[in-house]
């Protein structure tokens, strides 16, 4: 009995003193005896029940405290003023923000193709969901409604009227006023409100974000065309005065309304007349073989196609079609033997590879004289003769040709308005094959073909997604869409049609016929979840989201096989080994462009966005770098390379550097890379020489294509805008290099079509006479023209827009098409 008092008497440790249970409800829901979810600033019950303004709670309430923070950092946050809401429920388990660091599963025992078939990332790894209420909660601030974290790059607008020069991308965060008892010891400089008695909310990286993508919508009423936050146009609201600056080269230069009848030819495509709006009959296996080059043509057509492309999208075994190819040829002149379906394959294949080649090497090849448009006819003959098969059940040869007609009018800049439409037909057509559907549970199909539809399938996939960064729309599938595994790394001649066992895959080291697609496959479900996130109708994530996919998206890349190949003679393998690394470097760089673009351009309002700037000017100065040693290497892997992240890396770079002279503003906190671009001297020429190389690959290509003249006229106007911020004093000869850049630009143009007849009457027009040298010749920039432009108006049946309407560049530099490149070659 002692024994038990001495210990009850015993000093015990000093337990916490048992709090009040504080209401955790606000007044209406409490006086109505109904739980309450403790939103802020209101509950979803008062919101539905249409009474926002009487959701109140008592002063002092900290609304779901998170599990993140302790109950001393607590304490300190409201010493300092600081305040923390919108953030999970409280739980007994707590513990400081810690962004978790996964172990690298990479490394592990699985197999390669089966964890390519599992995110990197789980579905379920984060609370990504909307909370309940979602978007509809508001914060009270003066009376007015704001969302908690309003659109990063600013809130949708109207389709009618939109104007894309305007910059609305504010980062709105809600202000309440600060209760003096929590307060008792800090200042109005402590607590940063500039002794307005408010006190503004810190963000931290497990606050859940609820924003909504910038976007474009052209039209009017019901006829309007949709583009996502993947086309870079949508960076153009982050140069609120490009409109300014290209309107004062416009009325500078008298030479620009001189040329504005055929600038215009220029940028609505030198083919727009013919062959593209050219009728022609139905096409027959006599007409299809008839557009078919000499055979040396169609070989080296043939080795392109197959170096450049065929080795990144898989869709054909290459002995198989290298034989069948030899066959054709025998039987050319036996049309009853021959299959039009290999006749358009083989058509399809030709074109995609057509710009990879120097038509006077192909000339020199061919008996008959080769058209400027000739590859253009094969597609559009193609096209028609896919669109009359009327194909009811698909197979290999069937989705050979849908994925060769997507690739192809790509190449050449057609329709590229549809090609996510087209890429989303193509995923359904082949679902409904069982493509998606891994083919060993099915034991009727044989080993060859088995390895064929997985090659198959993740090509598709691999094309939607591309689209889909490019347009801002999501992909049509995701990672738990479909169980297909990746296809074996092998070559092609370790497999045929007779096949009794499958071949052993070989490490991704290994230099074989798949290692691209092996390679690539391991990221593919890392970048559909990006690619969904980023491009839902609301960003709804944490921002600690956002860095664990950039710390996987790096991880992958660290993770690219160093291909080399043995035999320093061996140019083909050489060029494939390199266009390999730089492509899925670049895939994954565009990926990253994607997730932090609309994070960094608010950087610099909200410190906790510095991360995204410098890895978006990481990820843009990649691409470009990519670029420029590819461009040092060879013209077909330059081409290769060139696409819409091209144009969003150009563009992220020049809104960095339009934008650094504001890292003094009292409102802004410079982030990471603008200090770099202000503390590493030739930091801004460097950049700027990647993105004067980029612009000259961008011409290359502009010039093969049906359509591309506009985004090249925005694009020499946007350096020179950048240019003249960083240099002031040198303004004027930057504006000039813009219109001799366009002048440039059309005169190749027309001087390599010059003989050509689909020009028709208007033929050269005002550049049969040299308009770059009449240009240079004129000292200085001409002064501003007039309101009335001094009479220099083309006459009125032009459809030319009244003087008050004019857009820069005489309406030549407008923004009906500023959808840049649908996918790469």
Known sequence: MADVESATNAPQPDRPRKRRRRTMACTQCRSRKLRCDREF???????????????????????????????????????????????????????????ETPPDSGLGAASTRSEALVSTIAPDSGPTARPEGGPHHRGRHSGKERGF??????????????EPYVNTGLLQRPKRPAPEESLPYSTPMDRGDGGDGEVEDVLSPSHQLDLSPRMMMRGRETKTRFSGSGIYANVVAQFPDIRAFAEEIRLANPILSRVRPDLERVKRGLWKRKPLNEPFPEPTIASLVSLLPARPVADELIGFYLTYIESTYRIFHVPTFLQEVDEFWNLKDNLSAISAGFVVQLLLVLACAWNLADVASLQEKSATPLKCYTAVEWVLHAE????????????????????????????????????????SILVKQAMLSGYHRDPDKYARISIFNKEMRRRIWMTIVELDLQVAIDRGMPPSVQTLDYDTLPPLNIDDDEIHEGSAETP???????????????????????RLKACHLMHSPRISCRYEEIQRLDWELNRQLSRIPQWSSTDPNDIVTQHKTTLWKAAIETK???????????????????????????????AAAMILSTQKRLHDTSKPLSLCMLGEWTLQAYVSICQVLHTSDHQNSPSSHPSSSIFLLHTLPGLPDSLLSLVETALICLEGRFLLVVKGAKDYFFLSTIVALVKAKLWPTQAVMYKQQVVERILSFAQTLFSRHANCEHLGKPGMGSFQNNQVASFIATPGMAPALTSDFDGMLPPPNLGVTPPGDFDPFLDVFDWEDLTGIALGN
């Open 504 to 526: 052993a895959d070989r490490p991704l080291s290994d230099i074989t016929d798949s290692s691209f697609q092996s390679a690539l496959g391991r990221s593919l479900a890392l």
């Open 41 to 99: 600033p209101t509950c979803t019950r008062c919101l539905k029940s249409r009474t926002p303004t009487k959701c109140t709670y008592e002063d002092g309430f900290l609304w779901q405290q998170p599990t993140t923070v302790t109950a001393a950092a607590f304490a300190s946050d409201r010493g300092n003023g600081n305040s923390i809401i919108s953030m999970p429920p409280r739980t007994e388990q707590t513990e400081f923000i810690n962004i």
């Open 384 to 423: 028609k003769w896919i669109d009359n098969a009327h194909i009811k059940r698909l197979d290999v040869t069937s989705l050979r040709l849908y994925i060769l007609l997507i690739m192809a009018q790509n190449c050449f800049g057609m329709k590229r308005s549809k090609a996510w439409l087209s890429t």
């Open 149 to 162: 974290l309003e659109t990063v790059l600013g809130a949708p607008k109207a389709a009618v009227n939109q």
């Open 588 to 618: 994954l760089a565009q990926s990253l462009l994607s997730i932090h673009t609309p994070f960094a351009i608010e950087s610099r309002r909200e410190p906790l966005f510095s991360p995204s700037a410098r890895s978006r000017l990481d």
